[in-house]
């Protein structure tokens, strides 16, 4: 059975179900005038996920489909900020495919795993969370970042380079070169900083 929520921050505007699906509620607009109950169009991102944009106040923000089923739907005590989809197909947003996890365990699900895509790189003799790593005599490139966690210091991440970055983080890469240039403080719960430059 389909279950519908209110999406935090639009309780009576917008609401999100356990399919996966978003809708707008039934209500007046700012003419008096009674605006129909309507299932919300996605779009796909650079990365492949769906997002649809919610708007508040009159201010549009694109929100990504699968993190407000979770937030609604998924419980999570230990405060994971990541979600990961457990068939590893990124358009099957319903609750019972998504979990919360670490970062760095969201990188690694499905490596050694029989639900492994062909597409994902072998990680095997490296720092699981490190994309371009093969092995202890790996060299550094001057294009490599690393991020550090906002919440948790001990957490850090390293890429290639910062598009390889954004797309698997699902974040925008503009933004993230923002983070990395000083431009901005930081980007996906993340500090910045570029290896070697």
């Known amino acids: ?4 929520k209110d999406i935090n921050g639009y309780e009576g505007k917008y609401q999100v179900s356990s ?3 978003v ?3 039934a209500c007046l607009n700012s003419r008096g005038r009674r605006v129909q109950e309507r299932i919300r169009r996605f779009c796909h991102n650079r990365n492949g996920y769906l997002y649809v944009n919610l708007c508040k106040d009159g201010k549009p923000k694109n929100m990504l489909v699968h993190r407000l089923v979770a937030e609604a739907f998924i419980e999570n005590p230990c405060h994971h900020k990541t979600v990961n989809h457990i068939n590893e197909i990124k358009t099957d947003n319903r609750a019972c495919n998504l979990e919360w996890m670490t970062l760095t365990d969201n990188l690694r699900y499905g490596t050694h795993d029989e639900r492994a895509t062909k597409n994902k790189p072998d ?5 699981h969370f490190n994309y371009g790593r093969r092995g202890a005599n790996a060299k550094t490139h001057k294009g490599r970042v690393i991020g550090i966690s906002k919440t948790n210091p001990s957490d850090i991440v390293e890429f290639e380079t910062a598009s390889v970055a954004a797309r698997t983080l699902g974040i925008s890469s503009g933004q993230l070169c923002d983070a990395i240039n000083g431009k901005a403080k930081s ?3 993340y500090y910045w900083r570029r290896l070697n430059g």
């Open 23 to 25: 809708r707008s509620v």
């Open 187 to 189: 980007c996906g719960g």
């Open 19 to 21: 399919e996966g699906r």
């Open 1 to 4: 059975m389909e279950i519908w």
């Open 123 to 127: 990680m095997s003799g490296e720092r």
